[in-house]
């Protein structure tokens, strides 16, 4: 099994993030596709009729020689890992594509089997013999009915063979995988001088393959070289250019800050390493694509381009993430707390373990290319792998942090114990034969755990990032509140989605990076994601995530959609229209309802829920209405009822349940009424339909005020009549017609009491109106010497003799104490008359 390429899974995962090397996959796809077959496109809705007989048959056929070819593929390629993977994909497919043909005679037979339930079974001899086209007619169908259920026998057995080859392609690949790391070497041989005279001979075959070929491009393809370069060298520039535009200097430390924030540290140490690693990538896949597109390359030298490119990418993919970690130039910088020699120190082992992981792969490319011997491969690997191992145990030994007395300190106890142990495997397994599984264990080491150093970092900046008032402490956030001068609120929610953005990005970019230096292929990882995002099977339950997004997306569009003819239809229709606003509000709140539900159905169908089994959704609804539900049905039958009577509308005045206020809203679960201290009250509707409303304005905003007047008995009633009438009608806001009154109500305990009424036509207004009017009463009868007089009582208290008190009272016990003398409160009481 060979080792996975590096840098082309790099190169494609950091091109989703940039979104600007879609084709990434291809260009550094390995050699051993599989051919495209005519036969593997699902097609689109099959026929209902009876063509759809000829046409399925003919579709086995094809999948059935493409199902050959595939195995003669399979069988060839053995040994080829990417290959396997290739065709994998393809029977994938072609397994769908049988399944497709399968249920494309559903339809065909269930019309056959409805028209055999009409016609009948053929009559007996007692019975009148049938027409002749009615018996025809049934054979034929019966012929067909038996044709189609052996084309679906074939399907089956055609579907069993793929994905009996499917599991095949699975266990080699196994057992690749497992011999790789299993396999043992005679390292004896690679330690004999005969390995100089390997190296030496395929040093001086290198040197004349990229001789020969630098001769070819300088006589011939100079200038497409060149023109292929500088479309790369563009491709990266507008990735960096526009990268730096959009997030400022969070490539670059900056050395005049003392205390840069945690934020900062790690926003500086995830860009600086991502972004201009994403340059390289797009740089070094653009010029092998554009080499590739004008003829440039050559078999072999496209090979060792692509083991270069990989190198190139990896190491200086290490080299950014080593530096943005480590500082080693700018402490204040640090993302962890250690001393300067020791930062230096961790920088250059990572950065040696890169190179030398690197150079191994680049030398076992060549040994490929150029038919090495094995002992000189072997001899290679064995080198790196040591290196590798030495370096990885001086990391582990490094002692970085500093205690409060100064002394240094090492790491953690477990960490060190797993890196010691990992660097001690590595040697080990080298010096005892097994060069694979030290290549292994080395190229996870510093791949993986470079991408899981990443992986991390960029989680602990979107952890920070996701904090409140964590947006604004970065340069980008600090540019966009200067721009757009956003709120608190929205600042935190721009931190949270990007936080939310970082993390998938993470997630989408680290977890098939890691996947794939574990041995998988990108096949695995298409075909993985094509199995999770058309079909997530639970039980006998089938979920589409595709599908389930395409519902979303139309619900969306719907929702948005809706909302937009509101405003249209109240904004641009209604409103020059002159409609009464109630009218207005129940229109909308109608439109809006059906236009959601209509989109929720569009949803629904594109997710691929049948809508039929909403039957026993509604059954389970239906037993919970009955149970539990009742007020909340009640209230939305109720919310129908008063959009469609409209008893009270939008922006009525109405007294309800001891609550006075506006109505500001009608749903249909509950009514918000403002009431005059602007307190938002939510009334359910059920209350407003079951229990009786006042609306102040209910047809028009026309009503009484009354108020009430108390004088004193001396007064003239005659002349205070006079009185409050010449107040009444001096106001303008007083209507004419009806006229106002003044009607002398009663004789009250204290006073005699009158009540003006008057008719205003905007009600509203009425708490201004008394209050101007109470204050003319009250100026007008002190100027007139009329009192208006308060509640008064004298309460009388009559002693009673104390014969009869003392008769009154119960006798004392014999054997009761004595009571202390006390001193009794003195009572002023005024003695009631006789």
Avoid: C
Avoid at 157 to 164: E, K, M, P, T, W
Avoid at 225 to 234: D, I, K, R, S
Avoid at 579 to 585: E, I
Avoid at 692 to 717: C, E, F, K
Wanted: zero cysteines; a neutral charge.
């Amino acid at each position: 099994m060979k080792l996975p390429s590096l840098f082309s899974r790099l190169i494609a995962m950091l091109a989703l993030l940039v979104a600007m090397m879609s084709f990434a996959p291809a260009v550094f796809a390995q050699n051993g596709a599989a051919p495209a077959q005519s036969g593997q496109t699902v097609s689109a809705s099959p026929a209902v009729g009876p063509g759809v007989v000829a046409e399925q048959r003919d579709k086995l056929d094809r999948y059935g020689a493409t199902a050959d070819q595939y195995q003669t593929q399979m069988r060839a390629n053995a040994h080829n890992d990417s290959a396997l993977v290739d065709v994998r994909g393809g029977l994938e497919e072609l397994s769908r594509d049988l399944i497709a043909s399968g249920v494309a005679f559903r339809p065909r037979l269930n019309t056959i089997n409805t028209r055999l339930d009409e016609i009948g079974p053929p009559r007996g001899e007692d019975e009148p013999p049938e027409p002749p086209a009615l018996t025809a007619e049934r054979q034929t169908l019966i012929d067909e009915k038996a044709e189609i259920n052996a084309l679906i026998g074939r399907a089956e057995s055609l579907s069993l063979r793929v994905n009996g080859m499917i599991e095949e392609i699975n266990q080699t690949r196994r057992d690749l995988f497992t011999n790789t790391l299993s396999r043992r070497y005679d390292i004896s041989s690679a330690l004999n001088g005969e390995v100089l005279g390997d190296l030496a001979a395929e040093t001086r075959r290198l040197s004349a393959a990229v001789s020969s070929w630098m001769r070819f491009v300088l006589n011939f393809k100079l200038q497409a070289v060149l023109l292929a370069t500088f479309y790369a060298l563009v491709a990266a520039g507008i990735l960096m250019i526009g990268g730096r535009r959009l997030f400022g200097n969070l490539f670059d430390a900056d050395p005049a800050i003392e205390n840069p924030s945690y934020l900062s540290r790690l926003s500086v140490a995830f860009w600086s390493t991502l972004l201009p690693s994403a340059a390289l990538g797009v740089f070094l896949a653009g010029t092998y694509f554009f080499y590739n597109y004008y003829g440039v390359l050559r078999y072999d030298i496209a090979q060792l381009m692509v083991t270069l490119f990989n190198v190139i990418a990896i190491v200086f993919f290490v080299y950014r993430l080593a530096r943005a970690v480590f500082a080693p130039r700018l402490p204040n910088w640090r993302l962890l707390p250690m001393q300067t020699g020791a930062a230096r120190a961790l920088f250059w082992v990572s950065l040696l373990a890169a190179i030398v992981t690197g150079a191994d792969f680049f030398a076992s490319k060549i040994n490929e290319v150029m038919q090495s011997p094995l002992s000189l491969t072997v001899a290679k690997s064995l080198l790196a792998t040591v290196i590798v191992g030495l370096l990885v145990i001086v990391f582990g030994l490094v002692r970085p942090y500093v205690n409060e007395d100064g002394t240094s300190r090492g790491w953690n106890s477990y960490f060190k114990a797993l890196i010691l142990l990992l660097g001690a495997g590595t040697i080990l397994a080298a010096f005892l034969g097994y060069i694979g599984l030290a290549r292994f264990i080395s190229q996870q080491v510093v791949i993986t755990g470079a991408i899981l150093s990443t992986m991390y970092i960029g989680y602990l900046s979107a952890g920070a990032i996701s904090e409140i008032g964590g947006f604004m402490n970065t340069s980008f956030g600090r540019r966009l509140d200067r721009k757009y001068h956003f709120d608190e609120t929205t600042e935190d929610q721009i931190g949270l989605l990007l936080s939310v953005v970082i993390n998938v990005l993470v997630l989408a970019v680290g977890i098939p990076l890691i996947l794939l230096q574990w041995g998988f292929q990108w096949g695995d990882i298409r075909l993985w994601t094509y199995n999770i995002a058309n079909e997530i099977r639970i039980g006998s339950i089938s979920i589409s995530l595709i599908g389930i997004l395409t519902g979303f997306l139309l619900f969306l569009l719907g929702y948005l959609g809706t909302r937009g003819f509101q405003r249209w239809l109240d904004g641009k229709v209604m409103a020059r229209g002159k409609v009464d606003a109630g009218v207005r509000n129940s229109i909308k709140t109608a439109v809006g309802y059906a236009g959601i539900a209509l989109a929720a159905l569009v949803g629904i169908s594109a997710a691929g829920i049948d809508l039929s089994n909403l039957a026993l959704v509604a059954g389970a609804l239906s037993l919970g209405i009955g149970f539990g539900l009742q007020n909340i049905v009640n209230n939305f039958v109720s919310g129908l009822i008063l959009l469609a009577e409209r008893p009270f509308k939008v922006g009525d005045w109405i007294v309800a349940g001891g609550i006075s206020g506006t109505v500001k809203k009608i749903s249909v679960r509950a009514t918000e009424i403002e009431t005059f201290q602007r307190q938002s009250v939510i009334l359910p509707n059920s209350e407003l339909i079951n229990a009786a409303v006042g609306n102040w304005t209910h047809r028009n905003r026309l009503g009484r005020v009354d108020i009430a007047v108390g004088v004193a008995y001396q007064s003239d009633p005659r002349q205070v009549q006079q009185i409050l009438l010449e107040i009444i009608r001096a106001q303008p806001q007083a209507m004419k017609n009806p006229e106002p009154m003044v009607v002398f109500i009663g004789f009250g305990a204290s006073s005699l009491d009158f009540e003006v009424r008057a008719f205003l036509s905007d009600v509203t207004t009425q708490v201004g109106f008394m209050n101007e009017v109470r204050f003319q009463i009250f100026e007008r009868f002190r100027e007139e010497g009329i009192e208006i007089p308060f509640p008064q009582q004298d309460v009388y208290i009559k002693e009673m003799p104390k014969v009869a008190v003392e008769q009154a009272l119960p006798p004392a016990p014999a054997e009761a104490a004595k009571p202390a003398k006390r001193s009794t409160p003195q009572v002023r009481r005024k003695a009631a008359p006789e």
